[in-house]
């Protein structure tokens, strides 16, 4: 089973509000990962974890925290939404190839809308 | 920075004509790989294609290294390839960032 899910597949959130998304994956992969997708543009990374080691990317840094509580969930935490943030979310996870690029599995994604 | 750039951004055919989708990237890749996504679905990975050229199905990717370009060829297309066709490369000595295209919106009409 290759799937990587998320929830919820929908999610609106207030101004200003805390938001918890959710990622699943049942591959005992050591890294997951999330996008972030705006209409137009490309799906960036924001942060991964190889297992328990979070890494942000330098100019998200301050705006999306992470936890891992086992190797098969990660969540997405933000914690005052501004309208900026509406945009799809993608989690993906991947093996560990010793070094090497190793193939990442998405999920569905959530769409976040923040009014 | 690192950029992938898509062309065309959408693309309409006819059932049965074939797809042509270019990806061209600003830095050596040492791994590239097609997704596909349909609509409301997952990204779903439809070929990893460094250098050369691959075959899967109706799919074939041309990748030139040298050139830092991709193509991606869709053959006899079917109203079910409908969907957006993301490109992304993996460069600068990362083994996990990838770096997406903004995508191909391709639409199959019957």
């Known amino acids: 089973d290759t799937t990587v899910k998320q929830n919820p597949r929908y999610k609106l959130a207030r101004v200003g509000k805390p938001v918890n998304l959710i990622c699943s994956q049942t591959?005992?992969?050591?890294?997951m990962y999330w996008y972030q997708k705006k209409p137009n543009q490309a799906p960036k990374l924001l942060l991964f974890y190889y297992d328990k080691i979070l890494n942000r990317e330098a100019d998200t840094f301050e705006k999306f925290q992470s936890s891992r509580p086992n190797n098969s969930f990660c969540s997405l935490y933000i914690g005052s939404a501004g309208l900026e943030y509406s945009a799809m979310y993608l989690c993906?996870?991947?093996?560990?190839?010793?070094?090497?690029?190793?193939?990442?599995?998405f999920g569905p994604g959530t769409r976040l809308t923040v009014l | 920075g690192q950029q992938v750039q898509q062309s065309p951004s959408s693309l309409v055919l006819q059932e049965g004509e074939n797809a042509e989708l270019q990806c061209n990237f600003s830095s050596t890749a040492t791994q590239l790989q097609w997704f596909y996504q349909s609509p409301g679905g997952s990204l779903v990975s439809l070929l990893s294609?460094?250098?050369g050229t691959k075959h899967t199905g109706r799919l074939t990717s041309t990748t030139v290294t040298k050139e830092r370009r991709s193509s991606l060829h869709i053959s006899s297309s079917q109203t079910t390839d409908s969907g957006t066709y993301l490109c992304a490369i993996v460069s600068g000595g990362s083994n996990y960032k990838l770096t997406f295209g903004k995508g191909t919106l391709l639409t199959v009409t019957p």
């Open positions: 993906a996870s991947s093996p560990y190839w010793g070094g090497y690029y190793a193939e990442q599995f």
């Open positions: 294609n460094p250098s």
């Open positions: 591959m005992n992969h050591d890294t």
